[in-house]
């Protein structure tokens, strides 16, 4: 029997993963495969029972030998199942790992190859796991896969018999594809510069909806395989979720469950996005009470936010993630999609996000209950709810705290957002009984066996129930730690303290979530923020020297040390002091600049500060002498080297001349030079090229515009526009003025709520207004940026990275149409540069419109997408 591989079809599975490694380092890779390195993998929370899952793992894939005889089936925590009989039976095999594998192999009867990966925390690394097996599958081993990005398929090539794997694009091979000529032990790229533009898209729902029916199982088929017979008939073998394998006797096309019979979803959980996903609700409902689970997006940005929740997912015992495919251009409307996916999973319960738009909240809402499902729950953040879980919530079975599920889940899909205060859940339509409701939100119900995991529930012990129950006083500690420390060393030395006593395993996250803590806090507000920041990352940087996230901390720390715009903000912070020294009464009028401008009334709003024509330069932390450079003598991590962030901000770093603060004396990085001349498609490099025809022209104004909000001055005619992943902006300069036109869809700025929660015109809380968002990065390190935002009714807010002491002169006028809301801005010139801009400079610039009830956060790692190269010209 011959096996083939249905791909393109039926294969649904695809991979948007950051990877970066270097081809001289694969090479001597493949020079001496013994020597080869593990990928730096990060282990499980301590609450995810890896092993015990495997009996329950989605299934991803599924391959059989040339022979026919010898079967294998790979999934989520590393499960590998094998078969000897031709699929008859199957039995699971050690892997050693326990991250997810994607796809698997046969070379020939003996050898096969399987991959897959996972991320870091927070900087959402991605890192690759390939196993090897010589001897039909039995035993594994770990190839030489150390700088190899997450991989998602595999494939043979037929010309040299080389197994190629697909992964992300890689900054240093500048490929996609990686090939092993000695059976998965090492590998190279394919030195095809390109390489696939993508994987192959996912299936829509219908496909999905069309297997259930063909099979009988309710559950979403991941792969197929097609073993074809010697007398010319065949068998085919698919996997999916819940571990479930079926095969049908071809040409019968009856289908029968060989493993995982009547395994189906218990609990259907539809969010607006990864972020909005009741992370703390999964685990409780799958590591506690047992109970399947499946997880809908509405809004995944992009492939990778989906491989991210799938990963987040997984660790709390979810069976999947997809994605809800919006409305196309044949008019494919919600209402078919929520009817399709409720029956493909039949739940018997269905959990709505209450954020979600109205048309696909009331889609699912309705269908599930003309479907027959037992129960529809809407959550929301709001008190209120017939239920909540809070983030203190014991989980005496989990073994953990509510919040450590949230935080931990949040690091991978959202790490720059905050958990919230609670999960409020109301029972839109329930059949069962009030009174039978318990602490699961299928108690009440009938449920078949088949919606329950194997997962044998074990207990906390006592020891892992009073670590946890102690760290119930965490957030009160951290909240001790911020307000009371009267000095930087003297919080250096309780952070240090506060660490020490926390468990390992629970120490990144509380670290991250002080830092999150710190982020919100300006020198208004917290004196001493930024010197707590510094001493916090100085502090990541070394005891979390063998992750990246500690290695971004390093990163992150130089920038705030020498970028242009956090010396803005010293300076200003400095400045006020000193002026804060010399007053003896509190000002009680906000000096307001006269306007230059000729504006219209009620048009324009005027955001101006103390700009005075000197600013006094103040430098408390001697910038370019303090670095993160504790960790740089360890074992170089080439996932993080050759990250295209880290080689921005090393050029941005040669740009100022931060090794002595004078000059710029270091020469450009071979391995910049490269990113930005790579003729590889990916994300960075257009953002890198100084190209009129990928960038924003930036034309000099002849004569100072009126601000009405149109375009229609001659400069602007001159200027090129933004248009791939951000709202489309212009730009302009002058000596004294930088100009923008953005131009918004009205249906994007609909929430505005009149009322002026600030004293004083400008730094109002916007965090429940739709708005446009523009940040302005002047030295190219994309780790640093100016902040101004604006609505539709005026107010603004702006900031240096979140702190609000920087007060820049600016101006705004509006304009609306039927279709759209126009924004013209001024913002003076020495605000944002000291120097005047001559032609030849180059900024980033993003400009975005931010929905109402979406905190302005920063990514730790920026997405290239949403910004843009403006040059002056």
């Not at 001496?32 to 029972?49: C, F, R």
Request: hydrophobic share 40%; charged share 20%.
């Amino acid at each position: 029997m011959k096996p083939t591989r249905l791909r393109s079809k039926t294969k649904a599975r695809f991979c948007l993963i950051a990877v970066w490694l270097t081809t001289a380092w694969l090479t001597a890779a493949c020079l001496s495969p013994n020597l080869a390195a593990q990928s730096a993998m990060q282990s499980a929370a301590s609450y995810t029972p890896s092993q015990r899952l495997r009996e329950d793992a989605s299934l991803q894939a599924i391959g059989f030998s040339p022979n026919g005889q010898l079967g294998l089936a790979v999934g989520d925590h590393g499960v590998l199942l094998r078969s000897e009989d031709a699929g008859t039976s199957w039995q699971q095999q050690s892997s050693s790992v326990a991250c997810g594998l994607n796809d698997v192999i046969w070379i020939n009867d003996t050898q096969a190859v399987a991959v897959g990966g996972q991320y870091d925390r927070i900087t959402q690394i991605s890192r690759a796991v390939v196993i090897w097996s010589d001897d039909g599958g039995k035993r594994w081993q770990r190839g030489s896969d150390k700088e190899l990005p997450r991989l998602a398929t595999l494939s043979r090539r037929k010309q040299d018999n080389a197994v190629v794997a697909i992964g992300d694009w890689s900054s240093a091979a500048e490929s996609r594809e990686f090939e092993s000529h000695d059976g998965g032990r090492s590998w190279t790229s394919t030195g095809e510069l390109d390489g696939p533009s993508e994987l192959p898209r996912e299936a829509d729902s219908a496909v999905r909806l069309a297997w259930v029916q063909a099979t009988g199982a309710s559950t979403v088929v991941r792969d197929v395989a097609d073993v074809q017979q010697g007398s010319g008939a065949s068998t085919w073998f698919a996997v999916g979720d819940h571990g479930v394998i079926l095969r049908s006797e071809r040409p019968s096309g009856n289908w029968e469950a060989i493993r995982g019979s009547q395994r189906r979803t218990a609990v259907l959980i539809i969010a607006r996005n990864a972020a909005t996903v009741p992370w703390p609700l999964i685990g409780s409902e799958a590591l506690a009470s047992g109970q399947r689970i499946s997880v809908l997006l509405r809004d995944a940005k992009s492939s990778g936010e989906l491989e991210l929740a799938r990963q987040a997912a997984a660790a709390l015992g979810a069976a999947a993630v997809d994605a809800i495919h919006p409305a196309d251009a044949a008019g494919h409307a919600i209402a078919v999609e929520a009817k399709n996916w409720i029956s493909i999973h039949r739940p018997s319960v269905v959990v709505v996000d209450q954020s979600l738009d109205s048309g696909t909240r009331d889609a699912f809402t309705q269908l599930a209950v003309a479907a027959g499902i037992g129960r529809v729950i809407r959550y929301s953040w709001q008190s209120g709810g017939d239920r909540t879980l809070h983030p203190n919530a014991l989980m005496p079975l989990v073994g953990a705290v509510a919040n450590d599920l949230w935080e931990d889940s949040l690091q991978y899909v959202a790490p720059e957002t905050s958990s919230e205060a609670m999960i409020s859940m109301k029972y839109f339509y329930d059949m069962a009984d009030r009174s039978r409701r318990g602490d699961s939100v299928t108690a009440g119900l009938p449920m078949d066996p088949g919606q329950k995991l194997a997962l044998e529930q074990q207990r906390a012990n006592r020891r892992e129930l009073q670590v946890v129950q102690a760290r119930l006083s965490e957030s009160r500690r951290v909240e001790q730690l911020i307000r009371h420390s009267s000095s930087a060393d003297a919080f250096a030395k309780s952070l240090k303290t506060l660490l020490d006593q926390t468990a390992t395993q629970d120490q990144l996250r509380l670290a991250w979530s002080i830092h999150k803590k710190l982020d919100h806090f300006d020198s208004k507000t917290l004196p001493l923020a930024i010197s707590f920041q510094e001493q916090l990352l100085r502090h990541c940087v070394d005891r979390f020297a063998d992750h990246s996230f500690g290695k971004w901390s390093g990163l992150r720390l130089d920038a705030m040390l020498n970028s242009r715009e956090w010396q803005k903000l010293r300076s200003v912070i400095a400045m006020s002091a000193a002026v804060a020294g010399q007053s003896t009464t509190e000002p009680t009028i906000q000096q307001v600049a006269v306007s230059p401008f000729q504006i219209e009334a009620n048009r324009v709003t005027q955001a101006s500060g103390i700009s005075p024509l000197q600013v006094a330069v103040a430098n408390p932390t001697p910038l370019g002498k303090q670095g993160a450079t504790s960790n740089r003598t360890r074992e170089v991590d080439l996932a993080w080297e050759f990250h295209p962030l880290v080689l921005i901000a090393g050029e941005a770093s040669r740009q100022r001349g931060d090794a002595d603060s004078l000059e710029v004396v270091s020469p450009e990085s071979g391995n910049y030079r490269r990113l930005v001349n790579t003729p590889s498609s990916n994300d960075w490099t257009p953002l890198l090229q100084d190209n009129p025809s990928a960038s924003v022209v930036a034309a000099q104004a002849t004569e100072r515009p009126k601000l009405d909000g149109s375009n229609d001055e001659p400069f602007w005619q001159s200027t090129g526009r933004a248009v791939d992943g951000a709202a489309p902006f212009q730009m302009g300069y002058d000596d004294q003025f930088v100009y923008l036109f953005v131009r918004c869809e009205k249906t994007l700025l609909q929430h505005d709520p009149t009322e002026m929660e600030s004293k004083t015109n400008r730094d109002h809380d916007l965090s429940q207004s739709d708005r446009l968002h523009i940040l302005v990065d002047t030295d190219l390190d994309l780790l640093t940026a100016f902040e101004l935002e604006t609505t539709t009714s005026g107010k603004t807010h702006d900031a240096v990275d979140g702190h609000t002491e920087w007060q820049p002169t600016w101006y705004v006028a509006t304009k609306e149409t039927e279709q759209t809301i126009d924004f013209e801005l001024a913002i003076l010139r020495r605000d944002l540069s000291a120097l005047p801009i001559h032609a030849n400079q180059s900024w980033f610039v993003s400009a975005r419109v931010e929905s109402a009830g979406t905190p302005t956060t920063r990514s730790p790692i920026p997405n290239p997408r949403l910004w843009q190269r403006v040059s002056f010209r």
